[in-house]
């Protein structure tokens, strides 16, 4: 079935630890995006890729990186945890950049104390 | 700055009419998008808007006025299953979608 994972689905971390999330898609799309979604705020976008290769960072990019080695996965890493990153992380993809309709994981619940 | 407002909770009756209203303010502007959000579930499309006036999708229809940075999203024939969050976001001049925090929508029978 064509569309888009995200593992964990959910996570319980202590503060300091490393941890990755991952996210693939197989529909061959060239741009992804990870947001995080609190509650009572909008989506905000972490860091997004406009193809392999290449990603750049959106609102609130501090404390985790990403990766594009190739079109169908997405990796979003926590260097070091912390409570303020509880939160519900979901990965989307799009055919072209931003104004292309995106296609949400399902999403990981991680919980940082 | 870059902002969008829509209303954080709306009531409404099975079978009725409702219409989220969205109003945006964003560096550059390309389109409008209205998600639906179930509880503890990802975001799914529902609509595009680029252009000034309606777009009609079944019982779901979306309206844009570029002028006046507003767009709503009306809901039509109400049913129990409607009931969850509708996401507005912008297009902006880097092509990144800015997202309203959301309307949750309560259907009552």
């Known amino acids: 079935i064509a569309g888009i994972t995200q593992a964990p689905t959910s996570q319980i971390l202590a503060a300091g630890r490393r941890m990755t999330l991952r996210c693939t898609q197989d529909?061959?799309?060239?741009?992804m995006y990870w947001y995080r979604q609190d509650l009572g705020l909008g989506l905000r976008l972490i860091h997004y890729?406009?193809?392999?290769?290449?990603?750049g960072k959106g609102e609130v990019p501090d404390g985790y990186s990403v990766s594009r080695a190739n079109t169908d996965d997405f990796p979003l890493t926590l260097a070091s945890a912390v409570p303020s990153q509880t939160s519900v992380y979901f990965c989307?993809?799009?055919?072209?950049?931003?104004?292309?309709?995106?296609?949400f994981g399902p999403g990981t619940r991680l919980t940082v104390l | 700055g870059q902002n969008i407002d829509q209303p954080t909770e709306m009531t409404a009756t099975e079978g009725a009419i409702v219409q989220i209203n969205c109003t945006y303010q964003?560096?550059?502007?390309?389109?409008l998008f209205w998600y639906q959000q179930h509880a503890g579930e990802a975001p799914t499309f529902l609509s595009y808007?680029?252009l000034d006036g309606l777009e009609e999708k079944g019982r779901f229809s979306s309206f844009l006025s570029r002028s006046k940075g507003y767009s709503y999203l009306l809901l039509k024939e109400l049913q129990m299953k409607d009931s969850a969050s509708y996401l507005c976001?912008?297009?902006?001049?880097?092509?990144?979608?800015?997202w309203g925090a959301g309307t949750k929508l309560i259907i009552k029978p």
């Open positions: 989307a993809s799009s055919e072209g950049l931003g104004a292309d309709t995106q296609y």
């Open positions: 890729s406009n193809t392999a290769g290449t990603t």
């Open positions: 529909m061959r799309h060239n741009a």
């Open positions: 964003t560096s550059g502007f390309n389109g």
């Open positions: 808007n680029v």
């Open positions: 976001a912008a297009g902006d001049s880097n092509y990144q979608l800015i």
